[in-house]
């Protein structure tokens, strides 16, 4: 039994070896015939184009700094979601929602791809931020917040506040 199975094991490895050899050549920089490269977002999805598009509510109301839990000795910058309501739009263009916070050395943004399928609601999410706890040296801080329409066109300022963020204990 023992004799079978080791020539078994030299095929697989064999095997295996050229399965990784043969996906290498097709799709390395000679023969190029497979594309193995993930593709490409980011600047891609943005294009020209435009669109009518409205914040609803008001995304500073629940911005707020507050404890962290069960002893972690951290903060945390908690952001809320901003609710857009979108319509007509035209070619490729995107939503971009950034919230900077400069007295902590804070700027995120996050952006939303959009195209002529889309029409109503989009909620645009940032996660929470943490910042350890000698960080946060005041009551509060200010912030701005801001919801741009963005495409190769140029950009529209649909809504911009500053505000207030409490740091809650």
């Known amino acids: 039994m023992g004799d079978r199975s080791i020539p078994s094991v030299r095929r697989l490895q064999f095997g295996t070896a050229a399965v990784v050899l043969a996906v290498l050549l097709l799709s390395g920089p000679l023969v190029g015939i497979v594309d193995l490269t993930p593709e490409s977002r980011g600047a891609a999805e943005l294009g020209a184009?435009?669109?009518?598009?409205?914040?609803?509510?008001?995304?500073?109301?629940?911005?707020?700094i507050t404890s962290g839990r069960f002893?972690?000795?951290?903060?945390?910058?908690?952001?809320?979601?901003?609710?857009?309501?979108?319509?007509?739009?035209?070619?490729?263009?995107?939503?971009?929602y950034v919230v900077r916070v400069p007295q902590l050395d804070f700027e995120r943004s996050v952006t939303h791809p959009l195209d002529?399928?889309?029409?109503?609601?989009?909620?645009?999410?940032?996660?929470?931020?943490?910042?350890?706890?000698?960080?946060?040296?005041?009551?509060?801080?200010?912030?701005?917040?801001?919801?741009?329409?963005?495409?190769?066109?140029?950009?529209?300022?649909?809504?911009?506040?500053?505000a207030t963020v409490p740091v809650r204990r």
């Open 49 to 64: 184009g435009t669109a009518n598009a409205t914040v609803v509510g008001d995304p500073t109301a629940e911005l707020a």
């Open 71 to 96: 002893g972690t000795n951290v903060s945390y910058l908690r952001i809320p979601p901003a609710s857009v309501d979108v319509d007509r739009v035209e070619q490729r263009p995107r939503l971009l």
């Open 116 to 162: 002529e399928s889309v029409d109503g609601r989009v909620t645009l999410r940032m996660d929470d931020r943490a910042f350890p706890n000698r960080v946060i040296r005041t009551d509060s801080y200010r912030a701005t917040v801001i919801v741009r329409v963005q495409s190769f066109d140029g950009t529209r300022t649909i809504y911009r506040r500053n």
